[in-house]
């Protein structure tokens, strides 16, 4: 069966510029969270849904940055004025139920790369 | 705040050599701890994982065991393979719904033949 999606793979920007990107999580899964990678780091919680709303966005560092998954199902993370400090591996993950003791399946990731 | 510290990289060994990666965490309560590796080119994956103290848990051959005492889960191999290198990483999540994981930096494993 299909696994976690992100697109792009590789996204390059400039300073300032808009971007999204996107997440197509597991049919039937109902939590979906997405962590940001910097270099040499593990994964760092940005943001949790369950179903189409966003339950914990205590994790995102700014306004800039903003989450939706309006039918449940994919979600788009969306970041304006993009700076070069947000260059990083955007990850997704879902999970078929939302306890914490239970596996979380990742995507491979977006590599965002703002100049 | 609750955290995951494991030991740093890279750590390089032969085949059939025997493997431990440290991880030692901090958290308020009763967390699961996880095992996650990346292998090169490829997603994170779950390796293992243990739900509560004095669990073990396995999974290709390798095995961590939850220390409440210690507050450790660390990671263990007998005889590992040149296919084995990937960067592991530990974390660590709450059993409340959408509780996020928390990841210690991660530890880079190469195996030579």
């Known amino acids: 069966g299909a696994g976690v999606s992100q697109t792009p793979s590789n996204k390059v920007t400039e300073k300032g510029k808009y971007v999204e990107l996107r997440c197509d999580p597991i049919s039937g899964h109902t939590a979906l969270y997405w962590y940001r990678q910097s270099l040499g780091q593990g994964p760092e919680f940005l943001i949790y849904?369950?179903?189409?709303?966003?339950?914990?966005d205590s994790g995102l560092p700014n306004d800039r940055f903003f989450a939706v998954r309006p039918e449940g199902s994919v979600s788009t993370l969306k970041i304006q004025r993009t700076e070069r400090g947000d260059s990083a591996v955007y990850l997704c993950?879902?999970?078929?139920?939302?306890?914490?003791?239970?596996?979380?399946?990742f995507g491979p990731g977006t590599r965002l790369t703002v100049l | 705040g609750d955290s995951v510290t494991q030991m740093e990289g890279p750590v390089t060994l032969s085949e059939e050599a025997f493997l431990t990666i440290n991880c030692t965490y901090t958290?308020?309560?009763?967390?699961?701890l996880f095992w996650y590796v990346q292998y090169p080119g490829e997603g994170l994956q779950l390796l293992l994982k243990a739900t509560k103290a004095d669990d073990k848990g396995s999974n290709k051959g390798f095995e961590a065991t939850y220390r409440k005492e210690t507050t450790s889960f660390h990671l263990e191999k007998g005889s590992v393979q040149v296919s084995d290198s990937a960067v592991y990483f530990c974390a660590l999540s709450f059993n409340q719904a959408g509780t996020a994981l928390i990841f210690g930096k991660g530890t880079t494993l190469s195996v030579s033949s």
């Open positions: 849904f369950q179903g189409t709303g966003a339950a914990d």
């Open positions: 993950a879902s999970s078929l139920v939302p306890s914490g003791s239970n596996e979380q399946f």
């Open positions: 958290a308020t309560g009763y967390p699961s």
